[in-house]
């Protein structure tokens, strides 16, 4: 009994299908001493996962030291909102860890200065309405940001975790934790871009909604994981594009992770028809059996 309720609490903390097989492999360790904590459950429930998740995005970070100075000072996780119920299951969790020489500490946030005094912030969807302004302020403070809402991603945040068909799974914004200090694992950034869909192996359909006319286009190439999985579907993003036509910038709109990045990639090469003035232009690729 008890080597079927790990294996059960296994999967539901990595479905294949989401996080893709490298990913598994890299947090079954993790996810593993999780469900021993467990004991006989057999059904981990959503905020267990969660709360797994925060402490594995713990152990797979690296804050700069002015943010983590090395020795025994904690790492602190903060959480945004929501009920008790939630803070006490991570508080459970995280009872008697440290990641390394820290000592994780577990606390509920609200102002700015106390969400400053974290290494990791968990905005709970109750406070929605007030993540832009939280994130504008933290931007700089080598904060890893996690949320739990559809626009968390689009609005700054780093991670957020979404529920698909029953299971729990994590999407990346590349390019706020780019712009930031911290550092994951690539096997994590490969395998969990943001976005939603399934893909698979060649580009079947050209871009759509675009309002510049592209001079030089690069085809995504697909990570072989990829084909082995056999996934199909749609990937899109958002160029920026400068007066000159080159590619500023890409932010991930919608898709599978594999294919959000591979299309990402390939589209800060392409070059677009000079303009007067930077425009946006929306990318869109249906990957599928060629």
């Known amino acids: 009994m008890r080597l079927a309720a790990k294996d059960d609490c296994l999967r539901r903390l990595l479905p294949p299908a989401t996080l893709g097989i490298g990913v598994a492999l890299l947090l079954l360790p993790l996810l ?7 004991g006989q459950q057999q059904n981990a429930t959503e905020d267990q996962v969660k709360a797994a998740y925060l402490l594995n995005f713990a152990k797979l970070a690296e804050w700069p030291r002015h943010a983590l100075p090395d020795g025994p000072s904690p790492l602190v996780i903060g959480v945004s909102g929501g009920e008790d119920e939630f803070l006490n299951v991570l508080k459970a969790t995280a009872a008697g860890k440290s990641i390394g020489t820290h000592p994780l500490v577990v606390k509920p946030v609200s102002s700015d200065t106390e969400m400053k005094s974290c290494q990791i912030v968990f905005f709970r969807a109750s406070e929605r309405k007030h993540i832009p302004a939280e994130i504008e302020e933290l931007e700089q403070s080598s904060v890893v940001l996690v949320g739990e809402d559809e626009f968390f991603l689009r609005q700054g ?3 957020n975790l979404v529920k698909d068909h029953g299971s729990v799974r994590f999407e990346v914004n590349t390019d706020a934790l780019d712009r930031s200090e911290i550092h994951f694992s690539s096997k994590i950034l490969a395998l969990a871009k943001s976005g939603h869909g399934v893909s698979h192996a060649t580009v079947s359909k050209a871009p759509v909604e675009a309002t510049r ?3 030089r286009r690069v085809a995504p190439e697909y990570p072989a994981i990829a084909a ?18 080159t590619v500023k910038e890409v932010k991930i709109l919608g898709g599978h992770p594999l294919l959000t990045d591979a ?28």
């Open 213 to 215: 006319q592209v001079e």
């Open 157 to 159: 945040g780093m991670i």
């Open 263 to 290: 299309l990402a990639r390939a589209v800060r090469l392409w070059k677009y028809q000079p303009a007067p003035r930077e425009t946006v232009e929306i990318v869109k690729f249906t990957f599928g059996p060629g």
């Open 228 to 245: 082995r999985m056999n996934l199909e579907g749609t990937a899109q993003v958002e160029a920026r594009v400068r007066p000159d036509g």
């Open 32 to 38: 593993a001493l999780h469900c021993r904590a467990l």
